[in-house]
């Protein structure tokens, strides 16, 4: 590819608006297999565990998920590094 070619991308590709992923969220009642079962949805592959005023209460991957049981309550799983402002 020719460098006007380039340039000319990479300026097109720098003037489009930026786009955010939207976050998979699940309920405390719901379970690991309802996680796992989204999960890959979004190239971030994560969903965020929210009360019922939809707050964040934290972050789960597939590894974090792995090593419950399929019907294993998400909110009973405790991580607690999740910060919020």
Known sequence: ???????????????????FDTPLTV???EYVRDALSIIH????????LVDDAQR???????????????????GSIEKSFLITS
Do not use: G
């Open 27 to 29: 309920k405390r009642e």
């Open 56 to 74: 964040p209460l934290s972050i789960f991957t597939p590894s974090d998920l792995e090593r419950f049981e399929q019907f294993t309550p998400l």
């Open 1 to 19: 590819m020719n460098l006007e070619k380039m340039l000319e991308i990479v300026k097109y590709v720098k003037s489009r608006s930026v786009r």
């Open 41 to 48: 949805k979004r190239a971030h592959k994560c969903v965020i």
